[in-house]
């Protein structure tokens, strides 16, 4: 199909913005419509995109479609890549929300709201287990995520502050690094 | 009409310093609204987070959209919070694009390329503290029962806590399924 705003609009609708499930999961069906199905982009180009888009900061999807939106079709692509990624679920939220608050009092409803929460708090914890493992941490870096999470949920301090403290650590770093080599 | 400037703030921080992704996003989200501004209670943002994940959409996205509705319904009525939950996502959207606008240029540069390392080294070990801090802030009595006051719920959910983490840590069941069943047995025993 030649690329146009609607083509693309429409291939991010039906690839991103109806499938269920969190973040990595619209990969698949994005790589099918833009590389195998439309030729929009080639092999390469999408994975050297994906690899970018995995290393920046904020929401996997929001950053996946704008990447690949701008890259097919410039800022109009991107715009389009948003709204088709985006649409369908603010839609869906937006009717849900305001029947939400009259249902929840409901005692079926309340019930498997209280059995899910537990299992919702584990969903949130379970990436920890898996990238302590995986990110590397040794004794001299161990006080950097033990201090952050106490300091937030302890003191409230925010994690931007904990983001900024570090970034500005890092850059001096980088300063002594290139001053030494 | 000051709570939009604040929701604009709030959501533009989760994504403009959510460096690590996904995970470290939502401990800046829950930060946001339930410490700082105290929008939701720990419990009504659970129920968000439950919602958001049995849609299309990323799961962040979904709660930042919920969350702006929820916040301004009850001041100015069902516009008012389509009104919240848009420059919710507006929040959510522009530092987007300026790190997308960023991401290539600083990829070419092996001067900035050098400083991005260092700044990872410091980064990196921070992520799995955020995701940590996120949990911890769920887990409270709104959330889990109190000791006192409802210890069965205490119970039950400790041990679905538990259950959901070996099931989706070690049996790779899919989180949404996960959530389903916890559902199904919160049906079954409260």
Sequence with gaps: ?181 | MLIYLFLLLSFTQVTLFGLGGDPAAQALLEHETLTLHKWLTPDQLTDLMTMSRCLPGGSIFNTAVLTGYTATVGAFGNWGGVAGSLVSSLGLIWPAVLWAECAERLRKNEKIQLHIDCILVLLRPLVPGLIAAAALLLMNTENFGSPTESPWQLGVSIFLFLAALIGMGIYKIHAGVMILLCGIAGWILF
């Excluded at chain 1, 439309?38 to 995109?49: G, I, R, V, Y």
């Excluded at chain 1, 948003?82 to 019930?111: D, K, N, Q, Y």
């Excluded at chain 1, 914890?125 to 001299?140: A, D």
């Design chain 1, 1 to 181: 199909m030649p690329v146009n705003l609607f083509t693309l609009f429409m291939a991010f609708l039906k690839a991103g913005g109806l499938t269920i499930g969190n973040g990595y999961a619209i990969v698949e069906p994005l790589r099918h419509a833009l590389v195998s199905e439309n030729k929009w982009l080639t092999e390469e180009n999408f994975s050297a995109d994906l690899a970018i888009v995995q290393a920046m900061p904020g929401i996997f999807s929001l950053n996946l479609a704008i990447c690949l939106g701008k890259r097919i079709y410039g800022r109009r692509g991107m715009a389009a890549a948003l709204t088709g990624t985006l649409l369908p679920a603010f839609v869906i939220l937006i009717v849900l929300a305001t029947c939400f608050e009259s249902v929840r009092h409901f005692p079926a409803v309340e019930t498997f709201l209280k059995g899910a929460r537990p299992a919702i708090v584990a969903a949130v914890l379970l990436p920890c287990l898996k990238m302590w493992r995986h990110s590397g941490i040794v004794l001299s870096t161990v006080w950097i995520p033990v201090g952050a999470a106490l300091a937030i949920v302890l003191l409230g301090v925010s994690p931007t502050y904990i983001i900024i403290a570090l970034t500005a650590l890092g850059l001096l770093y980088g300063f002594l690094v290139r001053a030494d080599s």
